[in-house]
């Protein structure tokens, strides 16, 4: 009942930049967190970056420096600006947004994914 539509994935090579952005909507009353995910072949699902209400930010430390998160909390997106990409970025990113519905019950969703593909 609530979708998240990812956008910006692509083929790039090591030390280009790439921008991933995700709009939520549905059965949406407030937004909690926003977030991004992502899931190489044969490892799991790692945080890549999140954002809570209170604009605190989240990061893994293989992207910290190299990525930046952002959301505007009226249209219910968020955006992963990622530079000086590596061939270990290559993964499957996924969205991620924790809300609560109009019924005030907490809940979540998951985007479809996108592929990012760093390579020479």
């Known amino acids: 009942q609530v979708q998240l539509v990812e956008s910006g994935g692509g083929l790039v090579q090591p030390g280009e930049s790439l921008r991933l952005s995700c709009v939520a909507s549905g059965n949406i009353n407030r937004m909690v967190t926003m977030g991004w995910y992502r899931q190489a072949p044969g490892k799991g699902r790692e945080l890549v970056g999140d954002?809570?209400?209170?604009?605190?930010?989240n990061y893994a430390d293989s992207v910290k420096g190299r990525f930046t998160i952002s959301r505007d909390n009226v249209k219910n997106t968020v955006t992963l600006q990622m530079n000086s990409l590596k061939p270990e970025d290559t993964a499957v990113y996924y969205c991620?947004?924790?809300?609560?519905?109009?019924?005030?019950?907490?809940?979540?969703?998951w985007g479809q994914g996108t592929q990012v593909t760093v390579s020479s």
């Open positions: 991620y947004a924790k809300f609560r519905n109009f019924r005030w019950s907490l809940d979540d969703s």
């Open positions: 954002i809570s209400s209170d604009d605190s930010i």
